[in-house]
């Protein structure tokens, strides 16, 4: 198995070239969502951590919000008692998966969790900032100083792309994007018959 990971910048489209690949992906946003509507555990600590500030089951994304941007510091708490659940869930995720010969990991922070093994490929998809910025706009629960919150716990960008195996240039047209993603796919195939 082989392990496709895809890196770049919030609101790059990282999610949608995910699924262009057509292999099992682990999407933890989509995961982190799911912890916050069903996994009651999470919800007692994360309670426990701010009696004062989270009150609901599911976990109010609002609440949430109010919560890191009322003190920066506390989005590290978050992530420290979040983070551990979806490794887990990634873990599971693998061994379901362990025998097909790609899956595809659109996870956010990583390079930044150190999730990277030898033979992971990754990927960088390299948008435009205005491209991003009117994509991020059009995102219902879009918020300004969040973004700036999240894009200190990431990696500069140029990193991410130092450390990538493939650039994919997104212009944010299909066909190109399923192109980018068909010669990708070629060259791993050919690398891995002639291993």
Not at 31 to 60: A, C, G, H, M, W
Not at 65 to 77: D, E, T
Not at 81 to 108: A, E, G, Q, S, T
């Amino acid at each position: 198995m082989i392990r496709i990971a895809l890196v770049g910048d919030i609101g790059s489209g990282k999610s949608y070239f995910s699924k262009l690949f057509k292999f099992p992906i682990f999407n933890a946003d989509l995961e982190v969502t799911k912890i916050y509507e069903k996994d009651k555990n999470f919800n007692k600590l994360i309670r426990k951590k701010f009696p004062q500030q989270i009150f609901s089951f599911p976990l109010k994304k609002e609440e949430l919000i109010k919560c890191i941007l009322s003190n920066p510091g506390n989005l590290k708490k978050i992530s420290k008692i979040v983070h551990p659940i979806v490794r887990k869930k990634l873990n599971i995720f693998l061994k379901k998966n362990k025998n097909k010969k790609f899956v595809i990991l659109d996870i956010p922070l990583y390079l930044e969790n150190k999730l990277r093994l030898k033979n992971d490929v990754i990927i960088y998809i390299d948008s435009k900032n205005k491209d991003i910025k009117s994509r991020l706009l059009k995102r219902k629960s879009f918020n300004n100083k969040l973004l700036k919150l999240f894009k200190k716990i990431q990696l500069p960008l140029l990193a991410k792309k130092k450390k990538s195996d493939f650039i994919i240039k997104n212009n944010f047209t299909t066909k190109k994007a399923k192109r980018s993603v068909k010669y990708i796919l070629t060259q791993l195939r050919h690398e891995r018959n002639n291993t």
